[in-house]
C-alpha cells in the first residue's frame, strides 16, 4: 500500500483519488476549498459522474480515502503526490498553468523526504521540465524527488469505468525506480494485463494532446461528412455504419452533431494548435479542425433559424440537453450556449429542459426558462432542438411531441429520432446528414 496525495478534486482529481484508493492505496485527497472537502466528507460530491459517489463513499468507508484542506501535512506525509489540477484555456488559446505553478511551488517549499512528483493535469509539452524547476527553487534543502507525468484518458459519463478498466496507462519519466512505484500504484490493472507503457515524460505529454486531437478531428471529419450528405441527399448514418466496419477507422467517435465541446478537447486542441505555432510548425490539420467545429456550432443556429421562419424575433425556443454530452452536468463550452446567445441576441425567448445541467447553466445564462421535464419545456413552443442525446429524448413520444408545440418544428441536432416518425406526425425537421431522406 502506498501513500498518496491528490492535489486538486475536481474531476480529474476526484475520480482518480477514489480510483487509486480502491486499488488499495491510503489516498489524501486535498482542495483549497473549504466546502468542497466538507461536502466530500460527508459523502457527497460536486460533480456529477455516474457511480462515483458510490466508489467515494466505498472507499471512505474502507478508510483508504480522505480529504482535506492542509496540503502542507498531505505533501510530507506521503510518497506520491499527484497534481490534479485545472489547466483552463487563456485567452491566447494556450493553457492556463497559473494553479499548477501554485502546486509546484507549495511542493517545493515543503518537501521533507524523497518524493514522486506526478502531473494528472493535462498541460504542454515541455511543462514537466518547467515544474522540476520551480520545485528546485524552493527545495532548499535539496531533497531527492523524481517527476512523472501521468496523463488521464477519462470521458465524462464513464469515467470511472475508464480509470478502473483503461485501455492504457501510460508513465513517463526517466527514473525506473519512480516507474516501478507507478506501476505498483497500478497493479491491479497490471494484473489485468493493462498495457502500462514506460515513455519519457516529454513523449507522455505528446501522447495526451496528440490522442484527444485527434478524437477531435475525427468528430470535425464526420461533421463535414454529415454536412455534405445534406447537400447531396446521402443518410449519413449508413456511412458511419459502413465506415465503422473498416477496422482501420472504427465507429467510435463518428457521430455528427452540432460541434464538440466539454472541458477537455476544444481547450485541448487549441493548446496543441498554438503548441505546434509557437515551436515554429503549423498543424494544418488541427488548425482545420477547430475551425470545422466553430463552423458547426454556426451551422446548428442557421439550421434552427430557417426552420422558424428566418429569426428568432419573438420565438419561443425550446433547447432539449444542456451538457455537453449525456451522463454529465458539465455545460462547458456546449455547442448549447452558442444556440442561447443567437437566440438571445435576436430577440428570441429560451425554454429549457435537461435531467441534470439546469444548474449548471442556469449559472451561466439565468435569463433562460429552465423546466423541470420536457414535456412542460415544450408545451406551446414554437419549436424544439434536441442538442444532447440522453437516453429519455430518445423515447419521446412524437405524437405528444407535436401536439404540445404551437407548430411541429424540430432540429434533431443528435439524430436520435427516425425520419419517419417526424415525418408521420407532420413535423418540420432539420438534423445532420439525413435533412433530404
Known amino acids: 500500500m502506498r501513500k498518496i496525495t491528490i492535489i486538486g478534486t475536481g474531476y480529474v482529481g476526484l475520480v482518480s483519488g477514489a480510483g487509486i484508493s480502491d486499488f488499495g492505496h491510503s489516498v489524501t485527497c ?16 460536486q460533480i456529477y459522474e455516474p457511480s462515483l459517489d458510490e ?39 494556450s493553457a492556463d498553468l497559473s494553479s499548477v505553478e501554485s502546486v509546484a511551488k507549495i511542493i517545493g517549499q515543503h518537501i521533507n523526504s524523497y518524493k514522486i512528483i506526478c502531473t494528472k493535469s493535462t498541460v504542454p509539452v515541455g511543462t514537466g521540465d518547467w515544474i522540476i524547476n520551480l520545485i528546485n527553487k524552493g527545495n532548499k534543502n535539496n531533497i531527492e524527488f523524481d517527476y512523472v507525468s501521468n496523463p488521464e484518458f477519462l470521458r465524462e459519463g464513464s469515467a470511472v ?26 497493479g491491479p490493472l497490471y494484473i489485468n494485463q493493462k498495457p502500462i507503457i514506460h515513455t519519457s515524460v516529454t513523449t507522455a ?15 470535425s471529419y464526420i461533421n463535414e461528412v454529415a454536412n455534405l450528405c445534406d447537400e447531396l441527399g446521402a443518410d449519413i448514418h449508413q456511412v458511419v455504419e459502413a465506415m465503422g466496419k473498416d477496422g482501420r477507422i472504427s465507429p467510435k467517435f463518428l457521430h455528427p452533431g452540432p460541434g464538440f465541446g466539454g472541458s477537455c478537447f476544444p481547450k485541448d486542441i487549441k493548446a496543441f494548435a498554438k503548441l505546434s505555432r509557437q515551436s515554429g510548425l503549423f498543424m494544418n490539420t488541427v488548425e482545420a479542425a477547430i475551425k470545422a467545429n466553430e463552423f458547426q456550432k ?6 434552427m433559424r430557417a426552420l422558424v421562419g428566418g429569426n428568432f424575433q ?32 435576436e430577440g428570441g425567448y429560451i425554454r429549457a429542459y435537461d435531467p441534470i445541467s439546469n444548474n449548471s447553466m442556469k449559472k451561466l445564462h439565468p435569463e433562460v426558462e429552465y423546466f423541470s421535464n420536457w414535456q412542460e419545456a415544450c408545451k406551446n413552443s414554437d419549436g424544439v432542438v434536441v442538442m444532447t442525446e440522453w437516453n429519455e429524448f ?9 401536439s404540445l408545440l404551437e407548430s411541429p418544428v424540430i432540429l434533431d441536432a443528435r ?22 431522406l
Open 205 to 219: 505529454e505528446m501522447i495526451k494532446y496528440a490522442a484527444n486531437s485527434f478524437l477531435a478531428l475525427k468528430i
Open 394 to 402: 430518445r423515447s419521446i413520444n412524437l405524437e405528444l411531441l407535436s
Open 30 to 45: 486535498v482542495d483549497i476549498s473549504s466546502d468542497i472537502i466538507e461536502l466530500l466528507n460527508q459523502g457527497k460530491t
Open 298 to 303: 454556426k451551422r446548428m443556429v442557421e439550421k
Open 161 to 186: 469505468k475508464d480509470f478502473l478498466w483503461p485501455d492504457r496507462v501510460v508513465i513517463g519519466t526517466k527514473s525506473n525506480s519512480a516507474f516501478s512505484a507507478m506501476r505498483d500504484v497500478y
Open 55 to 93: 466508489l467515494v463513499q466505498k472507499n471512505v468507508k474502507a478508510g483508504r480515502l480522505k480529504f482535506s484542506t492542509d496540503i502542507v501535512r498531505a505533501i510530507q506525509h506521503s510518497e506520491i503526490i499527484f497534481i490534479a489540477v485545472g489547466t483552463p484555456q487563456s485567452n491566447d488559446g
Open 415 to 436: 439524430n436520435i429520432f427516425n425520419v419517419e416518425k417526424l415525418k408521420e406526425y407532420n413535423f418540420k425537421y432539420e438534423n445532420f446528414g439525413r435533412s433530404n
Open 314 to 345: 419573438g420565438k419561443f425556443i425550446t433547447i432539449l440537453g444542456l451538457a455537453f454530452k449525456p451522463n454529465t452536468d458539465d455545460v462547458r463550452e456546449s455547442p448549447a450556449i452558442n444556440l442561447i446567445k443567437s437566440i438571445n441576441n
